[in-house]
């Protein structure tokens, strides 16, 4: 029984089985994917300045 698996980035049916891609349907979906987990991350990281000023109110008080 061969499994089919939908693409996370497309939702094409694509195969598990020889997909070096998986669970992508193509390297072009992989990397699309990839850049825009990597962007998601960025942005998460740059509030921590914003952190840090909450810090220092509280140490004032
Ligand atoms: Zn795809």
Known sequence: MKKKIKCPHCGKLTSWENNPYRP??????????LGHW????Y???????????????????
Do not use: N, T, Y
Request: hydrophobic residues 30%; aromatic residues 4%.
């Open 43 to 61: 942005r998460i990281q740059v509030p921590v300045e914003g952190l840090d000023e909450v810090h220092e109110i509280k140490k004032e008080e």
């Open 38 to 41: 990597l962007s998601e991350e």
């Open 24 to 33: 992508f349907c193509s390297e072009r979906c992989k990397l699309i994917d």
